[in-house]
């Protein structure tokens, strides 16, 4: 189980990567939108291996799960992208080299990481969990493994992810497979 930053870190590196690319749509990420991007990781997590991915509790706010101590870091900001640290370059790392957090939080990002903070918040207040849960307790653990279980979340953002990871492949390999395609 990681640190909730390391994650955070992870997710601002990952759309720093993505706002440097030639991806015209990007958008540099908000606090609000990384708190809905950890609610899906833990939930992801949570359904796939049984366990969290980080360690901190997340809660029912009014405008959808917050990480409480995220939120007191990023007080008043809205970006959350401006200046990145060595240490989130090695928290992306250590997240990257670890098979299971690293496949999880990429086919979270690929799943809702296009989406705005918005339409995520929106998206959260239609779900269980956060909508059966007292505005500023804990959502639980066990009522996101099982709605989102129950929902298939997990297979839903496995074949969103499988479907790019071969299309990258496609991509990166596209003469090798347009020479093949001809013979």
């Known amino acids: 189980m990681y640190n909730v930053f390391k994650v955070v870190n992870w997710f601002r590196l990952k759309n720093v990567e993505?706002?440097?690319s030639e991806d015209v749509?990007?958008?540099p990420l908000t606090q609000m939108k990384v708190m809905k991007l950890l609610y899906?990781?833990?939930a992801t997590f949570l359904v796939k291996y049984g366990q969290r991915l980080f360690d901190s509790d997340i809660l029912a706010w009014k405008f959808g799960p917050v990480v409480a101590e995220v939120h007191d870091k990023y007080r008043g900001r809205r970006i959350i992208v401006e200046s990145i640290s060595y240490e989130a370059y090695?928290?992306?790392s250590t997240l990257e080299s670890d098979k299971r957090a690293s496949q999880v939080l990429n086919a979270v990002y690929i799943a809702f990481g296009s989406y705005s903070a918005s339409t995520l918040m929106k998206k959260t207040h239609t779900e269980m969990p956060w909508k059966s849960t007292s505005q500023g307790a804990k959502i639980e653990d066990d009522k996101m493994k099982e709605f989102y279980k129950e929902t298939g979340l997990d297979t839903e953002i496995s074949e969103k992810y499988d479907h790019v990871i071969m299309r990258k492949l496609y991509e990166e390999n596209r003469e090798a497979m347009d020479i093949l395609k001809y013979k």
């Open 18 to 20: 993505e706002l440097v």
């Open 25 to 27: 749509n990007a958008e």
């Open 40 to 42: 899906y990781a833990q």
């Open 90 to 92: 090695q928290d992306f």
